[in-house]
T-cell receptor, first 115, second 116 residues
Framework: EAQVTQNPRYLITVTGKKLTVTCSQN?????MSWYRQDPGLGLRQIYY???????DKGDVPEGYKVSRKEKRNFPLILESPSPNQTSLYFC??????????????FGPGTRLTVL | AQTVTQSQPEMSVQEAETVTLSCTYD???????LFWYKQPPSRQMILVIR??????QNATENRFSVNFQKAAKSFSLKISDSQLGDTAMYFC?????????????FGKGTMLLVSP
């Protein structure tokens, strides 16, 4: 089944304890992205990647890191989480057709709480 | 920069009726895509419908259709014969279609409640 998977789905942690949220897609998509969703704000992009070893900042990158060493994986790293990073996180991917990227497919989301 | 505005934070409709969700956007681009995503209580983001800006014909997917007014920068979603399973948060989203660009800009969402 074609899908985007995220792990863990739920995580409660404490301020300053490094964590990684994994994202993997099995559709051979070039483009991958991380969003966070907060009440009243919709979804905002954190980081994105056009392809392996190519990443760039989105609208709200502060406090986050990413890497793209393999095409299928795009982990989100919080080196020192803070309570304002409590949010619902989505990973998404899309396929490049010609020079244009198609619509994005989303993972199931990761609910992160930082105490 | 692009902006997407959904002016209705909440809407309600009765089962079998029709409801329209509003979305306006601001861009200087001529080529772009517009999307409606549905987020049910499971929180999964599900693509409902997609519209290419260069197409004059409004997109339709079963009970879901859009009214795309390019000059007015308006992109409303009509849900016909509403069902209880349509209860969800609906997000309008914009994406440039230029080469190498895939970032989605989302509106803040409209919560739709379908009641029996």
């Amino acid at each position: 089944e074609a899908q985007v998977t995220q792990n863990p789905r739920y995580l409660i942690t404490v301020t300053g304890k490094k964590l990684t949220v994994t994202c993997s897609q099995n559709m051979n998509h070039e483009y991958m992205s991380w969003y966070r969703q907060d009440p009243g704000l919709g979804l905002r992009q954190i980081y994105y990647s056009m392809n392996v070893e190519v990443t760039d900042k989105g609208d709200v990158p502060e406090g986050y890191k990413v890497s793209r060493k393999e095409k299928r994986n795009f982990p989100l790293i919080l080196e020192s989480p803070s309570p304002n990073q409590t949010s619902l996180y989505f990973c998404a991917s899309s396929l490049k057709v010609g020079r244009v990227y198609n619509e994005q497919f989303f993972g199931p989301g990761t609910r992160l709480t930082v105490l | 920069a692009q902006t997407v505005t959904q002016s209705q934070p909440e809407m309600s409709v009765q089962e079998a009726e029709t409801v329209t969700l509003s979305c306006t956007y601001d861009t200087s681009e001529n080529n772009y895509y517009l999307f409606w995503y549905k987020q049910p209580p499971s929180r999964q983001m599900i693509l409902v419908i997609r519209q290419e800006a260069y197409k004059q014909q409004n997109a339709t997917e079963n009970r879901f259709s859009v009214n795309f007014q390019k000059a007015a920068k308006s992109f409303s979603l009509k849900i016909s014969d509403s069902q209880l399973g349509d209860t969800a948060m609906y997000f309008c989203a914009f994406m440039k279609s230029s080469s190498g660009y895939s970032t989605l800009t989302f509106g803040k969402g409209t919560m739709l409640l379908v009641s029996p």
